[in-house]
């Protein structure tokens, strides 16, 4: 069964701070996307990795595929209010598929 | 229509009871996914559409749970006698293709609610 983790479950940090998110498996995955979900809305993708090692950026969110297509991270520099909000990856699995990991929660205070 | 529309957004229902949940993809969008998320937890993957045909129903929970799509555009997902376990938001995805390298656009979801 493919997985995915996330760490960490839950991030509290100071507007202006930097943080980074993590998502891994054990497995290999065709893609790698990220969403964001607020509270009483369906996830919004942010951003889909396709190739190892691959690096995209929007604004202030910069996305890493791992080499080996196992793992992804997500760093988002001076954090704002308006980033709050759960942080879901999502691996493409080859078909039709898409396995979620449980999402990292961050709360930005002003 | 300009996203994918779920009703209702917001379900209270009786143990025992059937309820269904309606999912109005993007038009044009040939991909239709149910997802189940329970609180703490990820996405659970119910089942997949393409076109009206379901190649995998794997992901149901039991056979209480049904689903159709019909005319390749709506779908229904059908909950016969509730179970508080079944208590969740129940989330529909569409995507232009089959192939998650694109991404799905999500409803906002019905929250299910079993008293």
């Known amino acids: 069964t493919q997985l995915l983790e996330q760490s960490p479950q839950f991030l509290s940090i100071q507007e202006g701070e930097n943080l980074t998110v993590y998502c891994n498996s054990s497995?290999?995955?065709?893609?790698l996307q990220w969403y964001r979900q607020e509270p009483g809305e369906g996830p919004v993708l942010l951003v889909t990795v396709v190739t190892g090692g691959e690096v995209k950026k929007l604004k202030r969110l910069t996305f890493q595929f791992g080499d080996a297509r196992k793992d992804s991270s997500l760093h988002i520099t001076a954090a704002q209010p308006g980033d709050t909000g759960l942080y879901l990856c999502a691996g493409g699995t080859g078909g039709f598929k898409t396995i979620f990991g449980a999402g990292t929660r961050l709360f930005v205070k002003a | 229509g300009a996203g994918v529309s779920q009703s209702p957004s917001n379900k209270v229902t009786e143990k025992g009871k059937d309820v269904e949940l309606r999912c109005d993809p993007i038009s044009g969008h040939t991909a239709l996914y149910w997802y189940r998320q329970s609180l703490g937890q990820g996405l659970e993957f119910l089942i997949y559409?393409?076109?009206?045909?379901?190649?995998?129903k794997s992901g149901l929970p039991s056979d209480r749970f049904s689903a159709e799509r019909t005319g390749g555009s709506v779908s229904t997902l059908t909950i016969q006698r509730t179970q508080q376990e079944d208590s969740a938001v129940y989330l529909c995805a569409s995507s232009l293709r089959a192939n998650p390298n694109y991404g799905y656009t999500f409803g906002s979801g019905t929250r299910l609610t079993v008293v």
């Open positions: 559409f393409q076109g009206n045909s379901a190649p995998d």
């Open positions: 497995s290999v995955f065709s893609s």
